[in-house]
């Protein structure tokens, strides 16, 4: 007997509006996004990042690393959850969009916690020592370079520390046949495809999928 339960529109707003607690400065950076039309699928979900918070919190978390940081607000949901003395280095990209998450930071009063690197992620993070440093990971960038961030992160993970990675449903394409993916994101949905089955297989890690948003995958390592 299977024990899901089906969301509809109703139930799901339900649990958003009894799990996640969006202050004003997070509706607004969700306003702001839902106003660029598509792009607003680039940023998560209020009980998406209700939960990252509580993660981070969870373990204490001290030093967390995001991959794709667009408006900043899961880096605002990172950063709120880690201790006093936390540290949260985002990879972004686009140089508008940082700016504009590095504006959303501070009016959440993180700037002093949060540094962001512009440019492309994977450079970024290969520049970093290879060591175990990273409590907290959250991977939310181009999906065909999936299997490359994870490896890279997981590398500057310490035993016990989470890595997050976003969209691993593919808005509900992931387990759909070739034809039927659009052809624009069949790289993308690839790039998922191999990193999930990499992360369900890799005995390096304790791994749990979660169905919240598009599919949150979680690898803890060992």
Sequence with gaps: MSKFTP????????MVEHGARQDPLLERI?????????????????DQGAFMTL??????AREALEIGTFLGYSAICIARG????????CCELSEEYA???RGNIADAGLSERVEI????????????????????????????TYPDYYEEALARTRPGGLILLDNVL??????????????????SVAGLRATNERVAADERVDTAMVGIADGLL???KR
């Design 55 to 60: 993660l981070a919190r969870a373990i204490g």
């Design 117 to 144: 690197r512009v440019g492309p992620a994977l450079e970024t993070v290969r520049s970093l020592p290879r060591e175990e440093r990273f409590d907290f990971v959250f991977i939310d960038a181009d999906k065909r």
């Design 99 to 101: 700016e504009r998450a």
């Design 30 to 46: 969700e306003r702001d996004a839902l106003a660029m039309g598509s792009l607003a699928s680039m940023q998560i979900a209020a």
């Design 170 to 187: 593919a808005s509900g394409y992931i387990n759909a046949p070739d034809d039927e993916v659009p052809e624009g994101r069949r790289e």
């Design 82 to 89: 880690l201790a006093e003395d936390g540290r949260l280095l």
């Design 218 to 220: 979680i690898a803890r």
């Design 7 to 14: 969301l509809d529109e109703g139930l799901h707003q339900y």
